[in-house]
């Protein structure tokens, strides 16, 4: 770095906050445009949001590897309890019980769950004694940690996020170098019980949101409608969209909500596959910095912690986009650092605190390549 | 770095092999990443580029709604140019109950906000039940602008409902059109099919015409509707209007008919239930056809509701028949002119003559005649009219060449009209009884029917037509629509001797020692002339038929022209039930006095509808009230096709049309009994019927 600029902000991770601002700032543009062209009363609170959960994020990378791995437990658990607590007095919106009245804001502990399974597996893993992982020491308590948070948050009912934490937890294990044969077994079980689980396991509504994504037309005003109106508003776009200010879909609400799960159809209708291709590429560098985080780190916990919080990132950008292009299922989830949504919000920039934190670890004591 | 040790070297794991896997792992992760990032953006240009043109069509269809403007319905008029149907702006809302999810909760809603009573909330809902959902129902027309804007600020809640501003059909003299005009009314899903699935059909507020003339001019009165494109969200709400075409009105259809003769006319028919038609002789114009009681267009415009319904069709005088055309009557002794002529043609002098002698003997039968006349020609066989004579003469001539003559007179004949349907009637013949009834013609046959009894059956249109064809002497043709005034007509070929002595004969009828000297107009130098008719229902034995039950009584018969010696207007007048023709010729007197003088016969029905309890309109009103007061809730719903309400009544009329044709084949002829001469000659000596044949 030159010696124009500060040390302390020449050494920050430029290579995934230019992306992650570009995203933000994008965000809020189409926010801005979602609200009919205010900035209220999405957009100023999304950039206030991101304020706040950033300076969070930059308080977080200051932690010490040690503080963190003293700490992954004691979150798990304070995180498990929450959701017991849920459970017991949470309250109940949307049709299922997800939030935690904390008086100054509402507090959905299943999203503090995402980065707290893969802490807590990271750690699992990083001092399980290295002659054990491809036992079944590694995979049993392990595969507890992971369902009993899955448990409860199915019991919400919360589809979208159960399979979240399944997803970042199944990396870590991954990761970790956990037998091959035994996630070719389980992909091989799960295509055995996904139909299964399908018929009994689902509540009929998602039953129903399956059945429609399979075929969107079959019910254009019903249930197929957020998939084809979705797709509608991205086709209509075209190359360059129809203009900031300009997307009638949003704008004439027949896009449902237009500045949360479907926020890229809104985007995509106004700024077209240009559009588009800023937000995937953007995605793409914040992903491709988060994976060399893991790669650079000599440590195995500090590896397993910086995959994992990017793989859940992942799994909210995947998951979003596939759905509003029609390739799965309408599940609630956002598309992070567009959708507005303090929940989401906080849980993307713990996972980006982590790796930011993990990069700092990196920065102190580089792998050399030579050494282990 | 620890090892541990396993059975299998394969099992070893180290700490570098872990760093070697989680290595290759987070490429395999990565690749995956990548490779779902490249489907995802290429799975946007497809739906963004390949797809673009289809999914912008359809952006399109969501942002603008295309609406038709209903075009405003020609108008029709009288020959002078007055509206018998106009439009008239008016607010109304419509709802389609295809996009209202909750049609129930909707027109509850409504139904407070306009508040309608519970009778209109459940014609409502009837309506939304029965019909197709893509068919606009309409909850209220005619509407007041605060209750316009009260249901358009509530638009959000109330999915699928459509207030708007539009034209309702409107028809200034109500009941009295309302057999001759029709009415308009949503189309239904059978017509929707039947013009190819016509988006205009469906519009909420257009209309189309159901039956009579609004019907038969359907593509004239039309016009081209309009187009609106709005941009509208997704609950329907119009955020603003992109470009409006304008409708074209359809063209004005001008009729005939003489609007205020034709008012006056269904007016004066009063508490009767009849029938008046009168047509100009030199053109054939119908200047008027009154059919009596009737209903009122304007509710049927609306959609008539079930109470309203209910009450026309338990009506005896059946309001929803249009008895100038569909209404059947034996034609009695306003044949006889006609028959007269017929005799004429074969070679009988006027002045040849028979005795009365109160009837006359076929075969083993006595007919009589309704009084003993002595000595009849041709002249007070018309005006007396004698009946002996006919039976005479007929039996002289021959039924058949009788009954040639009734046909060019019109009758059982169809003309070319813009209606829906006409009955067209029975000219009794000896083949057409081997068909029908595979009997033998008998010399009783040619009896009754000489003097219009029997299997005669003849719309009042075909009297009216046969009147103006008797006065001309020409092959008069009956028309609805103005056109050309310099026509001329076949003539049959009468001498003007022959014809001057038939109208002269006429003429004593009401003018000298006739039948109907009651039906003298009140004007100084224009004569009427006339023949009255009585035509039996049931037989002596059953009713004298002027009193007793309504169904029982004679229908009373006239028909007339005038003036007698240079006719101009020329017409019928029926009178179901009237107890005679009595009841019949004061009415045809006081419309013709209405042509000639407007002053002195609106003086005369101002009297009589003072006694009545008020106009058409207004008595058809109280009845509509008190009826459904009387009713109350407990009234079977109005039949949602249009086509089934005058079904019934059709069936009703062929029933009745069949009643008359049993009674003649009982051979209950008319003047039959089983008295002695003798007995006959004192009895008709007491009866004065001085007004009756």
Redesign the interface.
């Known amino acids: 770095m030159t010696g124009i600029v500060p040390a302390p902000v020449a050494r920050q991770p430029w290579q995934m906050l230019f992306p992650l601002f570009v995203l933000i700032g994008f965000g809020a543009l189409v926010l801005f445009s979602a609200a009919a062209g205010s900035w209220d009363p999405y957009a100023s609170s999304h950039v206030i949001r991101f304020g706040v959960f950033l300076a969070m994020a930059f308080v977080l990378s200051r932690f010490s590897r040690e503080l963190a791995m003293f700490f992954a437990f004691p979150i798990y658990i304070v995180v498990l309890l929450m959701l017991v607590a849920v459970e017991a007095i949470g309250f109940v919106g949307g049709g299922s019980q997800r939030w935690l009245d904390l008086g100054f804001m509402q507090l959905q502990p299943s999203e503090l769950m995402k980065p707290a399974v893969v802490l807590m597996l990271a750690r699992f893993y990083a001092t399980l004694?290295?002659?054990?992982?491809?036992t079944w020491r590694a995979l049993i308590p392990a595969g507890a940690l992971i369902m009993t948070p899955v448990a409860l948050v199915l019991l919400q009912p919360d589809l979208g996020t159960s399979l979240a934490i399944v997803f970042g937890g199944a990396?870590v294990m991954?990761?970790?170098?956990l037998p091959m044969r035994w996630f070719l077994g389980a992909a091989v079980a799960a295509a055995v019980l996904a139909p299964l689980a399908f018929f009994f396991g689902l509540q009929p509504y998602q039953q129903q949101r399956v059945f429609t994504f399979l075929d969107p037309e079959s019910d254009p005003l019903g249930d197929g409608y957020h998939i084809t109106?979705s797709?509608?508003?991205?086709?209509?776009?075209?190359?360059s969209g129809k203009g900031f200010n300009e997307g009638?879909?949003s704008h004439?609400?027949?896009l449902p909500e237009p500045h949360t799960d479907f926020i890229f159809a809104t985007m995509?209708?106004e700024w077209?596959?240009v559009g588009?291709?800023v937000v995937?590429g953007a995605?793409?560098m914040i992903?491709?910095w988060g994976?060399s985080v893991?790669?650079a780190s000599s440590d195995?916990f500090a590896?397993l912690v910086a995959?994992g919080m990017t793989?859940t990132i992942?799994f909210y950008v995947?998951i979003n986009?596939?759905m509003v292009?029609?390739?799965a299922p309408v599940v609630g989830i956002p598309l992070p650092f567009m959708s507005h949504g303090g929940s989401s919000m906080l849980t993307n920039m713990i996972c980006i605190g982590s790796l930011m934190m993990v990069h700092r670890w990196n920065r102190k004591a580089p792998r050399t390549g030579l050494l282990? | 770095?620890?090892?541990?040790k396993?059975a299998r070297p394969r099992?070893v794991?180290?700490?570098?092999?872990?760093?070697n896997?989680?290595?290759r792992?987070?490429f395999v992760?990565?690749t995956a990443?990548?490779g779902?990032?490249v489907l995802?953006?290429a799975?946007?240009?497809y739906?963004?580029?390949a797809?673009?043109e289809?999914?912008?069509l359809?952006?399109?269809s969501?942002?603008v709604n295309l609406s038709l403007i209903p075009p405003r319905r020609g108008w029709i008029l009288d020959r002078n140019g007055a509206p018998l149907a106009s439009n008239r702006a008016d607010f109304r809302v419509d709802i389609i109950p295809e996009r209202t999810p909750d049609t129930d909760a909707t027109i509850d809603a409504l139904t407070s906000i306009l508040d309608l009573d519970e009778n209109q909330a459940a014609d409502i809902r009837k309506r939304v039940e029965d019909g197709p959902g893509y068919q606009p129902v309409e909850i209220a027309s005619g509407i007041s602008y605060d209750d316009f804007a009260a249901v358009s600020v509530r638009l959000p809640d109330l999915p699928g409902v459509i207030p708007q501003r539009g034209y309702s059909r409107f028809y200034p003299t109500g009941p009295t059109v309302g057999h001759l005009l029709g009415y308009v009314g949503t189309a239904n899903a059978e017509e929707y099919d039947e013009q190819d699935r016509n988006p205009l059909l469906v519009t909420p507020g257009y209309k189309i015409g159901k039956d009579a003339l609004e019907k038969q001019f359907e593509q004239e009165l039309r016009g081209v509707p309009g187009a609106r494109r709005v941009?509208?969200?997704?609950?329907g709400r119009i955020?603003r209007e992109l470009e409006t075409r304008e409708d074209v009105q359809g063209d004005p259809v001008r009729l005939t008919i003489d609007g205020p003769l034709q008012d006056y006319a269904a007016r004066r028919i009063g508490l009767e239930s009849g029938s008046v038609v009168v047509m100009d002789c030199d053109t054939g114009d119908l200047l008027c056809m009154a059919s009596m009681p009737s209903f009122d267009p304007n509710s049927f415009s609306q959609g008539i509701g079930r109470v309203e319904y209910a009450m026309l069709r338990d009506d005896e005088r059946v309001p929803l028949r249009n008895k100038v055309l569909k209404g059947l009557y034996p034609p009695g002794s306003t044949i006889k002119p006609m028959h007269c002529m017929a005799f004429l043609d074969a070679g009988v002098k006027p002045e040849e003559s028979i005795i009365c002698g109160g009837g006359r003997r076929v075969g083993n039968r006595f007919f009589n005649c309704w009084s003993n006349h002595g000595r009849v020609d041709m002249a007070k066989a018309i005006y007396q009219s004698c009946d002996s004579y006919f039976y005479h003469f007929a039996q002289q001539v021959g039924f058949e060449k009788v009954a040639q003559w009734a046909h060019k007179m019109g009758l059982g004949e169809e003309f070319d009209l813009p209606v829906a349907s006409q009955f067209y009637g029975t000219v009794p013949e000896p083949d057409w009884k081997m068909r029908k009834f595979g009997r033998e013609w008998q010399n009783y046959d040619t009896v009754n029917s000489s003097i219009g009894q029997g299997y005669y059956l003849a719309s009042p249109l075909q009297l009216a037509v046969m009147s103006a064809r008797l006065a001309t002497g020409n092959r008069v043709l009956p028309r609805l629509r103005r056109g050309s005034d310099s026509i001329r007509f076949e003539s049959f070929g009468f001498s003007p001797d022959e014809i001057g002595y038939v109208r002269q004969a006429m003429s004593d009828t009401v003018n000298g020692p006739g039948t109907a000297g009651r039906a003298r107009l009140p004007i100084e130098d224009v004569l009427m002339a006339g023949k009255t008719g009585t035509a039996q229902v049931v037989s002596l034995s059953k009713s004298d038929g002027k009193t007793g039950p309504w169904k029982f009584r004679d229908h009373g018969l006239f028909v007339f022209f005038a003036p007698f010696d240079n006719p101009k207007y020329a017409g019928a007048v029926v009178i179901e039930h009237g107890g005679g023709s009595g009841a019949a010729y004061p009415i045809a007197r006081d419309v013709m006095t209405f042509m000639f003088d407007p002053a002195k016969g609106m003086e005369a029905l101002r009297a009589l509808e003072q006694q009545w309890g008020g106009t058409a309109k207004e008595r058809l009103n109280a009845k509509y009230r008190n009826y459904a007061a009387a009713e109350g809730q407990v009234i079977p719903p109005a039949p949602a096709r249009d086509e089934d309400i005058f079904d019934q009544v059709e069936a009703e009329a062929r029933l009745a049309a069949r009643q008359t044709e049993n009674l003649a084949e009982q051979a209950s002829p008319s003047r039959v009994d089983n008295r002695t001469a003798a007995e006959v000659s004192r009895g008709s000596d007491a009866a004065n019927r001085d007004d009756l044949q």
Request: hydrophobic content about 45%.
């Open positions: 004694p290295i002659g054990m992982i491809p990396m991954f990761a970790a170098g109106q797709k509608i508003a991205i086709g209509s776009g075209g190359f009638s879909q004439l609400h027949y995509a209708e077209g596959f588009g291709l995937i995605f793409a992903f491709r994976l893991a790669r195995r590896k995959l793989a992942f995947a986009l596939m292009m029609g390739l282990r | 770095m620890r090892l541990r396993r099992e794991v180290t700490q570098s092999t872990l760093e896997a989680f290595d792992r987070t992760i990565g990443m990548g779902l990032g995802l953006a799975r946007m240009g739906i963004a580029i797809e673009n289809k999914y912008e359809e952006s399109e969501n942002r941009e509208v969200t997704a609950s955020v």
